[in-house]
């Protein structure tokens, strides 16, 4: 390997709720042409490995077996995400350095593995993600006005899951998008409002059904003393209606009050909440330069 390409990072990407390692193939793909790295996460309980559940993937699904049927997400804990991921970030390490960047839920992930492997990470990227600072974060509401969408549009595709011993996984027929224009209307808004149907369409048939809530827990929180060791990115996507740029903005300011010697660097896309699936070009502009 040249000299030049081991300095080049590799970027690592780490999904969001109910999404899995397809969701990063347009920034993958537009990176490549620029000659860089990069590699896309499957969590623990998602994509082409998770295989489940089964009645979600029939044509004609069985609603019955779709409220019964046990989750792959069974018993995953944030930490099964943290030590999968740092068990591909020690694996690339001698490739040169790692940036580590996710989007959505997926931010609680990136903050677990700085929290447990700090030196594996040259920067971690929030892109529009979770990122807790405040034990009061996990238990109590929090002081921004939230009008974000995505929590009345899902509450359309909800599957009353009874499958017992999961109580932090929740199930989602997106699929149902299809056949009912408003419940598609509701999440291309929430979602992806700056893409066209068809890319939406595609990108609805990409989505797992179950993700499990429960990883909102405290090992999901900053840690000081690993947080100061990694330089740390947020990407604000202005035009976001499913993590809102108030609630990303007070994120910001909460991690930035627990480590005000070592604030985040912050920059604005002008995307929706997965504009790394519709506009790629301008993430893979932005990365290259954090580079």
């Known amino acids: 390997m040249r000299s030049d390409q081991r300095q080049r990072p590799t970027f690592v990407f780490v999904h969001g709720g109910s999404s899995n390692a397809r969701a990063w193939t347009p920034l993958r793909n537009e990176l490549a042409l620029r000659g860089h790295r990069s590699y896309a996460v499957d969590l623990p309980g998602h994509g082409d490995a998770a295989g489940g559940p089964a009645a979600y993937h029939h044509q ?9 049927e046990t989750s792959p997400m069974h018993g995953v804990t944030l930490a099964d995400n943290a030590e999968h991921v740092v068990g591909v970030l020690r694996r690339l390490a001698g490739h040169g350095p790692v940036v580590l960047a996710g989007n959505s839920l997926g931010g609680l992930t990136l903050t677990a593995v700085v929290n447990a492997a700090p030196d594996l990470v040259h920067r971690v990227v929030y892109l529009s993600a979770l990122c807790l600072a405040d034990p009061a974060q996990l238990t109590e509401p929090w002081d921004v006005v939230d009008d974000g969408l995505l929590e009345a549009a899902v509450a359309r595709i909800a599957v009353p899951y009874e499958a017992p011993g999961d109580p932090g996984v ?25 893409a066209s149907d068809a890319l ?15 990883v909102m827990e405290p090992a ?16 604000r996507l202005a035009a976001d ?11 910001i300011r909460k991690a930035d009050e627990l480590t005000p010697d070592h604030p985040f ?5 002008p995307t929706s909440h997965v504009g790394y699936v519709s506009r790629p070009a301008l993430f893979a502009d932005l990365l290259t330069r954090l580079t």
């Open 200 to 214: 939406f369409r595609h990108f609805l048939d990409s989505l797992d059904a179950d993700e499990n809530h429960g």
């Open 170 to 194: 929740v199930r989602l027929d997106w699929r149902r998008a299809h056949t009912d224009p408003e419940a598609f209307a509701v999440l291309k808004e929430a979602v992806m409002a700056d």
């Open 241 to 251: 209606r499913s993590l809102t740029p108030a609630v990303q903005d007070f994120m």
């Open 60 to 68: 004609t699904q069985d609603r019955t077996a779709l409220l019964h």
């Open 265 to 269: 660097d912050v920059h604005t896309l």
């Open 220 to 235: 999901a929180l900053v840690r000081p003393e690993a947080w100061r060791r990694v330089p740390h990115t947020y990407v």
